[in-house]
């Protein structure tokens, strides 16, 4: 007996009390156990590849779980007072051991978190599997996104320097250009008229409990609901090509908080069977790439973090706008569309806040909603990659996000002072002294 | 037993603590809407009319700017009325300009490009007793507002 041999059994005798010896017994592990019982005692080697899913989910997840231990400890050395939250900031930089670093992964975490839960929406929309049961995990993927970008606005104010101050005096007046609500709204938000300690303790609050609390919710009913659709889409044509007849209900229990139910489960009665070579047991082969994704995803925010640090301004000074004053590059686009969206219609005014800021977002929102109950392509289209029936409905997609990439490099690179047009090579005017 | 008694005598049981639950969740949401403002003061005094030259002038304080034109003196906001950004004047073109977006206003406030939707406030200026510039941002008036400052005082 090698000693490696020996040194895994001598490990099973002290974490094991017992040994599968069956494929029943083997799956009979994964789902008693405490860490395991979350994944599905097996799954289509399809859906665990990498090249149908690109991980992207699990992508974000991990990013989730490096911003909240980052930001728990960011917790321990911020203080969200408008006195001393930009000091304390600039202690975090330059007084705590790699303090800079916990602080700049935190920022890249939450800048690549915004990306890569677009690019997973992008995917599910490019292999359709936002079809028939899924429909409502789309929606809750929607608003898993939405917070997302809260959390990342919320956490713009935090560093109190010119660029919080700025990008989220804008970012709360297009909340005033809300309908009816609007003004009431921008009030609650700052807790007063004009941004101040009440705003940075509310914007505080929400960014470190209220938000997270709600993603952590939302995740995990995101998480059950992929199971209970049977999966990811990509096992649909697997199931589909197998040709073979639902299985009859099975009789089985349902725990609910009342008690034990007995019926049949969703499950048994949505499934059919794959073949054994198309399954494999999550455990190893789902928790050996999660381990991987998260790994790669940690060493990529460590990385950028060593090599860029996170910008810091000047003291919150609301007496001077910078010129220009842009906001986070994933509102850019917003910003670009506020700034050309006034529209005059003889003595009717309507501020481009409105048009850019509420209307247009609104509306691409509604229509992303709305896109399942609209999508009327074949069930064969479901779990593909760019299928040719749904070539129109991936294109709209990507011009839309193309679009919204192009308004992102604009502002973020053609814009000067006072949002004029302006080269990347060409130099800017010096700004007289005006005040 | 009366059935018709009890039934009343339960909706009014559980209802009282249904409607307990809910009015402090009311509570605890109308403790979010504040009572007391810190806030600078909307009414407050700048400096004595002779105290200012000609032209526009910029108050970093209180976000204004102050006009004087000979003993006439009117106050314009520095809010820009697109996304409330502090717009910046441009002595050679005469015009006040937004750094965010780009709105452009004339000397007098009226948006003239750029997104903004309205021309920017001018606020009510009055004289104080001891003789300084009284600004009240809570009361906007007509841009063509003029207070004008007697000469013993200028």
């Known amino acids: ?435 | 037993m009366d059935e018709g008694r009890r039934g009343v005598l339960r909706i009014l049981g559980k209802g009282s603590v249904a409607a307990a639950f809910l009015m402090q969740l009311a509570a605890a949401a109308r403790a979010f809407v504040p009572n007391v403002l810190y806030e600078p003061l909307r009414r407050f005094k700048l400096r004595k009319p002779g105290d200012y030259p000609q032209g526009v002038t910029f108050d970093a304080d209180h976000r204004l700017f102050v006009v004087r034109q000979d003993d006439d003196f009117h106050v314009i906001s520095a809010v820009c009325t697109h996304l409330g950004c502090t717009v910046q004047w441009k002595l050679d073109r005469k015009t006040f300009d937004c750094p965010c977006h780009g709105s452009r206003f004339q000397a007098d406030g009226t948006n003239v490009s750029g997104p903004a939707p309205r021309p920017l406030s001018c606020f009510a200026v009055a004289a104080s007793p001891d003789g300084y510039l009284e600004v009240n941002t809570a009361e906007e008036v007509a841009r063509d507002f003029r207070f004008v400052a007697t000469k013993g005082r200028a």
């Open chain 1, 1 to 435: 007996m090698s000693l490696r041999e020996y040194l895994r059994q001598r490990w099973r005798a002290m974490t094991w009390s017992w040994a599968p010896e069956t494929e029943l017994e083997a799956s009979d592990a994964i789902v008693r156990n405490l860490w395991l019982h979350w994944f599905p005692n097996k799954v289509t080697l399809r859906s665990a590849s990498w090249s149908y899913s690109l991980w992207l989910g699990t992508a974000a997840a991990s990013l989730f779980v490096i911003l909240l231990v980052t930001g728990m400890l960011l917790m321990f050395f911020y203080v969200p007072s408008v006195q001393t939250a930009y000091w304390s900031m600039k202690d975090i930089r330059f007084a705590v051991h790699f303090g800079f670093l916990l602080r700049n992964q935190h920022r890249w975490a939450a800048h690549l978190m915004v990306g890569v839960t677009f690019v997973h929406m992008a995917r599910v929309f490019y292999t359709g599997a936002y079809r028939g049961a899924r429909a409502l995990n789309w929606l809750v993927g929607i608003v898993l996104l939405l917070t997302t970008l809260l959390l990342s606005f919320t956490g713009y104010l935090l560093p109190w320097d010119q660029l919080a101050y700025w990008a989220v005096t804008v970012g709360t007046n297009i909340a005033r250009e809300a309908p009816l609500v609007g003004t009431t709204l921008r009030f609650l938000l700052l807790g007063g008229n004009e941004i101040g300690q009440a705003t940075l303790l509310r914007f505080y609050v929400l960014h470190v409990f209220v938000l997270p609390a709600i993603l952590l919710i939302l995740f995990a009913y995101h998480m059950w609901r992929v199971r209970k659709d049977g999966g990811l889409a990509a096992a649909e044509p697997l199931r589909r090509s197998r040709r073979l007849t639902p299985t009859a209900p099975s009789p089985s229990k349902t725990y609910s908080i009342f008690g034990v139910r007995p019926g049949a489960t969703l499950q048994t009665l949505a499934t059919t069977h794959v073949e054994e070579t198309d399954v494999a047991f999550s455990s190893p082969e789902l928790t050996r790439r999660l381990t991987l994704v998260f790994l790669l995803v940690f060493n990529v925010t460590l990385l950028l973090s060593i090599m860029f640090d996170a910008p810091l301004e000047e003291a919150a000074n609301p007496n001077l706008t910078p010129n220009p004053a842009k906001a986070p590059w994933y509102f850019l686009w917003l910003q670009e569309l506020v700034a050309s969206t006034t529209i005059r219609l003889g003595h009717v005014t309507i501020s481009g806040g409105f048009i850019g800021g509420i209307l247009i977002p609104g509306i691409l929102l509604l229509l992303a909603a709305a896109w399942p109950f609209l999508d009327r392509s074949a069930n064969s289209t479901e779990g593909v990659w760019w299928p040719r029936e749904r070539l129109l409905q991936n294109l709209v997609f990507t011009a839309v996000a193309v679009a919204i990439v192009a308004l992102i490099i604009v502002s973020l690179y053609f814009r000067g002072p006072s949002w004029g047009f302006y080269w990347p090579w060409q130099a800017w005017p010096p700004s007289p002294a005006t005040l």
